[in-house]
C-alpha cells in the first residue's frame, strides 16, 4: 500500500481548520484585544480548512486517476 | 490542540513503511523534508533573533550563502553522494580516503550533533519557562524527558513523513504572526521608520536594519560588524557550503529520492521555499525590535543588559496571538524543536555506534550488544546536551553559537571535500592532516580573537592574548570559517603533494568528479533540466538582493 503524504496533511490542516473556525464563532471578542480586533481563529481556521480540502481533493484525484506509482 | 497532533503523529507514524522499504520518494516530498530537516528551531529562533540584532542583514543566510550552495549541492555534489551509495559523510570520507579521516569527522561531527541539540533544548527550555513559568532548570529537565521518550518511542523512524507535515504546519502556523505584525506597525513603510530608530539608537545610519547591502562598505558602519569581502566568503563561501554540501542530517533527505535526476532535483526544490522563509523568521524578529525600542522594554534583558534576542519569536505569539491559534504556534514550535534534537541525538546514536565504536573500539560484536550501546549513546547523547544547552544561556542570539560551532566543523570540512572530490591527487594523509589543521586554525583563529563587549572565555580570547577585536560574534564566526576552510585547503594541498596515493584511480571510480561518468540529460526538454532551474533560482536571489539593496 502506497500512501500519499497529501492525506494526512490534508486531513489534519482539514481537522484543525474547522476546529479552529468553530471556536472563532464562539469564542468572546474580548480574546481579539490582541490580535487587532480581528477574529484571527475564524479567518485563518478558514484558510487552514480550505488548504486541508485541497490537498485532500489533489490526493484523491491522484487515486482515482491511476493505480499509485510513485516517483518521476 | 496539543493533542491533536499527537494522536495524528501516531497515525502517521504506523502508515509510513513505504518509505522504509526502500521504495522512491518523488523530488518535491524529498525537496520539503530537506529544508524542514534544516528548519529546526534553531533556524526559527535564531533567524528571528539574528533578525532583531542585525536586522534585514540577516537574509544574506539564504539570498548569498543557502541558494549558491544548494544550487552546488545539487548540480556537483549529489551525483557522488547519490552514487557512491555512502550513508553518512564518514562513510564517503572512508571511500574516498581511510579509516582515520573518517574517525576525525566522526568525532567532531559527534560534537556537531551534541551542540545543535543543546541549543534546541535551550530554546525548548526557554519557551517552557515562558509558557509555563517553571523555573529554567526545571524546565531542562523537562525538555530531556520529552526527548527521551520521543526517541525511544521511535520518533525519527517516520522522518520524512513528519517533516513534509512539519514543513506546513511551521509555514501555516507562523504566517498568521507575521500578518499581524505587519499590520500593527503600518507595514514595510512602518517598519522601517521604527527601525531606523532602532539603528540611531545603537549609533548607525537610519537604515541599517533594512538595507542589505548599502552599509556593508566598512564594518563599523552596519550591526553585524562585517564588510562585503567577510561576508562573501566567509558566510557566502566558507560556511554555507560547509553547511550545505556536508551536513548529512540535511543531505541524506536526498538520497531517499527515487532516481539520481531526483536526487539533484531536491535541493533545487528545496531552494524555492528557502528563498521566501525570510519573511517567515527573519521578520518577526526584526518587528520584535521595532516593538522594543517603541514599547520600551518588549523583549526581556539578558544578565549582559542585552535584549535576550532569542525571545522574539515566544514573545511575538504570546503578543498577537489569541488562546486557539496560539495552540496552533506553539505545536508549529514544539514540532521544530522535538525534531531538531531528536534528529541530532539520533545522528549522534548512529555516528558513535557505528563510525567509532564498531569500527575502532570492539569490532566483531553482536547486533544486540551494538543496539545496547546505541541506546547508552542516545541517554549520554541527551545528557551532553542539556550540558550544551547550558552553555546556549551565555548567547543572546543562538545563531552565534551555531555558526561559531559550524565554522569549526563544516568550514574545514568543505575543503576536504572540495579537494577530494575535484582532485584526485588528494591523498589520505593530505586529507586528514589537512582537516586536522584546518581545525586546530579554527581554534587558534577563535581563541586569539574576540567580539567586542564581552570578557574572554566562551565568546573566544581564551588562549591569552587577543589579537583582534571584532564588532559582533558573527564577524567572529565567518572569519574562523574562512580561516580554518584556507587552513584546511592549503594544508591538505601541500600535503597531498609530498605524499603518495593510496587509492588507485579504479577504487576512486564514483568518488571524483574526473572519474565519474557524466550524467546524460540530453534527452530531456530543456525546461526540465536541473541546470535550468537552477539558473532561474540564482536569477530570483539575485532580484531579492537588489529588492532590499
Redesign the interface.
Known sequence: ???D?RF??G???S??GA??TI??IF?SPA??E???G?N??FW?GL??LV?GLVMLGLAFRALRAKPPI??? | ?LG?GWA?RR??RS??D?FLSG?????W?AGLAFISANLGAQEVIGMAASGAKYGIMTSHFYWVGAMPAMVFVGLFMMPFYYGSRARSVPEYLKLRFDEKTRALNAVTFAVMTIFSSGISMYALAKLFELVLGWSFHGSIILSAVIVLIYIFLGGLTSAI?NE??QF?LIV?GFL?LVL?GL??VGGWHGLTAKLATVATNSGFAPGAWTHSWTYMDAPSHNPMGIEWFGLVMGLGFALSFGYWCTDFLVVQRAMAA??M??ARRTPLYAAIPKMLMPALVILPGMLAIGLHASRGGFLPLGSDGQPNYNLAIPMMLA???????LG?GLTALMASFMSGMAGNVTAFNSVWTYDIYQTHIRPGQTDAHYLRVGHAATVFGIAASVVAAYSATRFNNILDMLQLVFSFVNGPLFATFLLGMFWRRTTSHGAFYGLLTGTITAALHYGLTLPRGVAPGIHGGFLGAVLHTYPSEMALNFWTALFAWTGCFVATLLISLFTKRTKTDDELRGLVYSLTPRIQEGYMPWYKRPVTLAVGILVAATVLNIIFW
Open positions: 500500500m502506497n500512501l503524504v494526512p496533511i486531513g489534519m490542516f481537522i484543525v476546529i479552529l471556536y472563532g469564542s480574546i481579539y490582541k490580535s487587532l480581528i484571527v481563529n485563518w484558510v487552514l488548504f510513485s516517483g518521476e | 490542540m491533536i495524528l497515525v502517521i502508515s509510513d513505504f521504495r522512491s520518494i518523488p523530488a516530498i513523513y513534509v507535515l506546513f501555516l498568521p499581524l499590520k500593527d527515487g532516481s535526476t531526483a503578543h498577537y496571538l489569541p488562546s486557539g491559534l496552533l
